[in-house]
Nanobody, 128 residues
């Protein structure tokens, strides 16, 4: 059972990146997928989440309107599209999965200990 986050890199301010969270060993169906990030010297924060039933997206205020989520069930992958990136978006990004289809499962972005699975991080660096 594994989650793998990928797609990070170096991008200029205003640019875009798409992060992928791919699962192996289990199906992402009926799992809420959350994205977290941790910048140097800062606490990990929940950034975005898509509900297991694919009906609800949640984004923290700092990324709302710039980040979007999507699922590809055939590829067992969730994508985080990040547009209009800012230097303050620089961080290691992690994806995590929490079991449950209802939208309220996305509350685990505020309580990371509730996640069932975590992926390794991918570094996003936004230059000014």
């Amino acid at each position: 059972v594994q989650l793998q986050a990928s797609g990070g890199g170096l991008v200029q301010s205003g640019g875009s990146l798409r992060l992928s969270c791919a699962a192996s060993g289990f199906s992402l169906d009926d799992y809420a997928i959350g994205w977290f990030r941790q910048a140097p010297g800062k606490e990990r924060e929940g950034v975005s989440c898509i509900s297991g039933d694919n009906t609800t997206e949640y984004h923290t205020d700092s990324v709302s309107g710039r980040f979007t989520l999507s699922r590809d069930n055939a590829k067992n992958t969730v994508y985080l599209q990040m547009n209009s990136l800012k230097p303050e978006d620089t961080a290691v990004y992690y994806c995590a999965a929490a079991s449950g289809s209802s939208w309220h499962v996305c509350s685990f972005t505020g309580a990371p200990a509730l996640a069932d699975y975590w992926g390794l991080g991918t570094l996003v660096t936004v230059s000014s």
